[in-house]
């Protein structure tokens, strides 16, 4: 049971990491949004899930810019009821990691787990393979990334917005559920896929470990671009990742023109969802919006 909380924890922190369209050279992880018969300014935001809210004192136009919105729009809201409901989607009875990747390959997962987490594999072999790497690539992140992390104390940013909005009597719209959400991370591929994939994350640490600390020191740079390029060179071993972000964005896109038009909203939603040729901002703008970085 330790084990199942654990994963809903990591889970809650995760949800919470071009082309002519998106030529520019701006810096900003912060844009606005007018045009398109618009009556006033909506606003993207570009979050990192484990950076907490008091990172915010160091950009005064984002809590600014919230303040003049009548609606804030996120990725999802954790419901705390919804924990150990959360903690079971992970969970595929009946099957073992252990049975799916060579016996070499399941004494690597087993030596990872027990350097950043204190358990062996079977602690985890009911797990689905994915939620396995869900939380190491964020023990990575928080550890690797500790002495910059803890220098800002807090809640984590998506939260503290949230409740900020709730506190001002805003309307706060989620553009997915936690189980559609928990279903991208879980149930996209399939289970012997998965367990390959955590085989090759796990070989391939060195990357993954880099790439959390890079990941971060970019986006602490507001530089969107260079951003997009980096996540775009890593290895793609693990798989076409368009269901995480191409498609989310896709399908976003049905709605936030909707609420924009309804009244004003600021929408806080994962950096990397704003760069790139199907990126939020390109989108925007093929539909026609004026979108431009506010310093």
């Keep these: 049971m330790k084990i199942r909380f654990r994963i809903a924890g990591f889970v809650v922190l995760l949800l919470f990491l071009g082309n002519s369209l998106f030529a520019q050279s701006e810096k900003a992880l912060l844009w606005k ?43 999802a809201v954790i419901d705390s009821s919804k924990l150990q409901s959360m903690a079971m989607m992970a969970i595929m009875p009946g099957k073992k990691i252990s049975d799916m990747i060579a016996p070499e390959e399941a004494r690597l997962v087993s030596a990872e787990l027990e350097a950043w987490m204190g358990v062996n594999l079977a602690a985890v072999d009911q797990l689905k393979p994915s939620s396995v790497i869900v939380m190491l690539g964020l023990l990575y992140s928080q550890k690797l990334n500790a002495e910059i992390l803890k220098k800002y104390p807090g809640k984590p940013m998506d939260v ?34 998965q367990a390959r994939q955590l085989a090759i994350f796990v070989k391939q640490k060195e990357i993954s470990e880099r790439s959390q600390v890079e990941l971060l020191e970019i986006y602490m740079e507001h530089d969107l671009e260079k ?30 023109p909707g609420l924009m038009a309804k009244e004003s ?25 004026t979108v431009t970085p506010v310093k």
Excluded: C
């Design 265 to 289: 909203q600021f929408i806080a939603v994962g950096a990397l969802h704003l760069p790139g040729p199907d990126g939020l901002i390109a989108l925007l703008r093929k539909q026609g919006f």
């Design 33 to 75: 949004i007018v045009g398109k018969g618009l009556k006033e300014p909506s606003y993207l935001f570009g979050t990192y899930h484990l950076l907490n809210n008091t990172y915010l004192n160091e950009m005064p136009q984002v809590k600014q810019s919230l303040a003049t919105t009548k609606g804030l729009v996120v990725e």
């Design 160 to 193: 503290y917005l949230a409740s900020t909005a709730k506190k001002d009597h805003k309307t706060v719209t989620a553009l997915e559920t936690i189980e559609q959400q928990l279903n991208f991370l879980y149930n996209h591929f399939p289970l012997e896929e």
């Design 227 to 256: 951003l997009y390029h980096y996540a775009d060179s890593l290895p793609k071993d693990m798989g076409n990742s368009d269901f995480l972000l191409k498609d989310r964005n896709v399908n976003w896109m049905k709605t936030l």
